[in-house]
């Protein structure tokens, strides 16, 4: 495994940083940080230009995970369903661990595997920008 970028941060939000090489499978994509006390929702995106190729966001108001993807403007069905409770509780640490596979992502948080997500946008090297923001503090971005 290669740890091509590892950044700490205190960063304001949004966040854009490149995903050197794009995406491929198994390449890793991790983001440590801290849900604000407040916290509503936040997002970790997946960007090929002006597409979301994945979209993760956690929302407090609705205790969901939200996954879709936006390609053309247009976003697609929402995925929800959660083999477990909401993994992300406001005022504590998180990280989300992302493993892009042939046929789409595996999501980890904290350690603990929560689902899978197909892919919905087929060109892996063009997904190469990685944007978070929303209601949490970042602390770590290796892409």
């Given at each position: 495994?290669?740890?091509?970028?590892v950044q700490p941060l205190s960063l304001t939000s949004p966040y854009f940083t490149p995903i050197p090489g794009g995406l491929f499978p198994g390449k890793s994509i991790t983001v440590s940080g801290t849900v604000l006390p407040s916290a509503q929702r936040f997002h970790i995106n997946l960007r090929s230009r002006s597409d979301i190729a994945f979209h993760l966001n956690p929302r407090f108001d609705q205790n969901s995970v939200v996954r879709n993807t936006e390609i053309n403007g247009s976003w697609g069905t929402e995925e929800t369903h959660l083999p477990g409770?909401?993994?992300f509780?406001?005022?504590q640490g998180f990280s989300v661990w992302i493993t892009c596979e042939d046929t789409g992502y595996k999501v980890a948080v904290n350690g603990q595997h929560q689902f899978d997500y197909n892919h919905r946008l087929q060109d892996l090297p063009a997904i190469n920008i990685l944007e978070v923001g929303?209601?949490?503090?970042?602390?770590s971005l290796k892409t």
């Open positions: 495994m290669s740890f091509s970028s409770s909401m993994p509780n406001r005022g929303g209601d949490i503090q970042l602390s």
